[in-house]
Nanobody, 122 residues
Framework: QVQLVESGGGSVQAGGSLRLSCAAS????????LGWFRQVPGKEREFVAA???????SYSDSVKGRFTISRDGAKSTVYLQMNSLKPEDTAVYFC????????????????WGQGTQVTVSS
């Protein structure tokens, strides 16, 4: 089993930056991939970014060039650096463990964190 705890959310003005963290425990961190998703009330959870055990990364078109995903094996933590934030980035952001399958598919993930709120004001 994998436990995931997100942190780093908050409120920021458009154009600002935030860094989200996802602390993982329960399995050998170096062996698995993690992803970030986000969800707005009334809408489906959507893929944001993911990083594999070999540091391959994937991003949604909506965040490519603005967000960067990275991992720190020593801290068993994955980060999501979010720059040039826009009001449409406002959502609850979730960290998830990739079980198998394409990184952009929500069905590929089995363990999820509790989420952290990001609010971007114009």
């Amino acid at each position: 089993q994998v436990q995931l705890v997100e942190s780093g959310g908050g409120s920021v003005q458009a154009g600002g930056s935030l860094r989200l963290s996802c602390a993982a425990s329960g399995r050998t961190f170096s062996n698995y991939a993690l992803g970030w998703f986000r969800q707005v009330p009334g809408k489906e959870r959507e893929f944001v970014a993911a990083i594999s055990w070999s540091d391959n990364t994937s991003y949604s078109d909506s965040v490519k060039g603005r967000f960067t995903i990275s991992r720190d094996g020593a801290k068993s933590t994955v980060y999501l650096q979010m720059n040039s934030l826009k009001p449409e980035d406002t959502a609850v952001y979730f960290c998830a463990h990739l079980r198998a399958g394409p990184m952009f598919l929500i069905s590929s993930y089995d363990y999820w964190g509790q989420g952290t709120q990001v609010t971007v004001s114009s």
